[in-house]
């Protein structure tokens, strides 16, 4: 079995910043990226390692946005700066596992509002 479990969200002001955190359990291969989603909208991708290790960025989020990781601890973390009230959404962590399958994590509510 693989869990994920997203942490780090919440209440903020515009221009603030927060830390969101994924640790990762199970059969895991990577724990790779963050997707989010509003109500009414397909999840988009917000941040990811790519093959190589490199990173890859919405161009919403570009310079606001640092995604990285622990591999040692099967951890994820995206620190978000800046923040706007249309980052507002439900953030999700995202690994892919054996079999190549994708997992998901039940999400952390982030909102940017005055």
């Known amino acids: 079995q693989v869990h994920l479990v997203e942490s780090g969200g919440g209440l903020v002001q515009p221009g603030g910043s927060l830390r969101l955190s994924c640790a990762a359990s199970g059969s895991i291969i990577s724990v790779r990226a963050w997707y989010r989603q509003v109500p009414g909208k397909e999840r988009e991708l917000v941040a990811r390692?790519?093959?190589?290790?490199?990173?890859d960025y919405a161009d919403s989020v570009k310079g606001r946005f640092t995604i990285s990781r622990n591999n040692a601890k099967n951890m994820l973390y995206l620190q978000m700066n800046s923040l706007k009230p249309e980052d507002t959404a439900v953030y999700y962590c995202?690994?892919?596992?054996?079999?190549?399958?994708?997992?998901w994590g039940k999400g952390t509510l982030v909102t940017v509002s005055s």
């Open positions: 390692f790519t093959v190589g290790d490199t990173t």
């Open positions: 995202n690994a892919i596992g054996l079999a190549l399958r994708d997992y």
